[in-house]
């Protein structure tokens, strides 16, 4: 029995190292050196060095000053410890009243007109920090009225921002809500 038990003792306890151990070590370390700021969580800093967030985590923006994110089902709100979607189906009377409610706020504070389904709708994980150019763009004269502005300086800084899909043609343009936000506020001064 010792003579099987040995082997597979051995096998385990190299698979380990060389699996547990090894291999993660060597893919973080090829990590830190091709892709330092991915590897470290993509992380956005102010001008003094400290951290206010990451470009791959989205996070709440309500002042009228700021480009909104899409809605978060994440917990309270933004939530990383708590990101799931809400896997209401379209005909929750829950999910309908949401959409409607987020519907009528964007009216109102950012006007009429066809409302981009990522604004009232929320992302698979909750923390999608992206919304699409429609959305941005319809959100361009709240932002532009409340910095005191025109529409069209709030309008270059969302256009600078728009990122095409992956490779240029994996998934669809975007504009990262937390970079834009802080565009904004490099250009025209910190709000709040």
């Known amino acids: ?3 099987q038990l040995r082997p597979a003792l051995v096998m385990t306890a190299l698979f380990t190292l060389l699996l547990g151990l090894a291999y993660p070590l060597a893919v973080t370390g090829i990590a830190q050196v091709a892709f330092p700021d991915q590897a470290n969580g993509s992380l956005v800093r102010d001008p003094g ?3 206010v967030g990451s470009s791959l985590i989205g996070q709440p923006f309500v002042g009228a000053t700021y480009l909104h994110p899409r809605p978060s089902a994440a917990g309270d709100g933004y939530d990383a410890a708590a990101s799931s979607g809400s896997n209401m189906g379209p005909l929750n009377p829950d999910l309908i009243a949401r959409v409607a409610e987020s519907a009528q706020t964007i009216r109102a504070e950012d006007g009429s007109g066809v409302i981009p389904a990522d604004a009232v709708t929320t992302s698979g994980s909750g923390l999608d920090p992206d919304v699409s ?3 941005a763009r319809l959100q361009a004269a709240r932002i532009a009225r409340a910095r005191g502005v ?3 300086q ?4 969302i256009d600078a921002h728009i990122e095409g899909g992956f490779l240029g043609f994996i998934g669809q343009p975007h504009v990262n809500v937390l970079l834009t936000n802080r565009a904004l506020d490099a250009r025209f001064g910190a709000e709040g």
């Open 133 to 135: 150019p429609a959305y």
């Open 49 to 51: 060095g400290r951290v």
């Open 150 to 152: 025109s529409v069209q």
């Open 1 to 3: 029995m010792v003579n």
């Open 154 to 157: 709030v309008q270059s800084i």
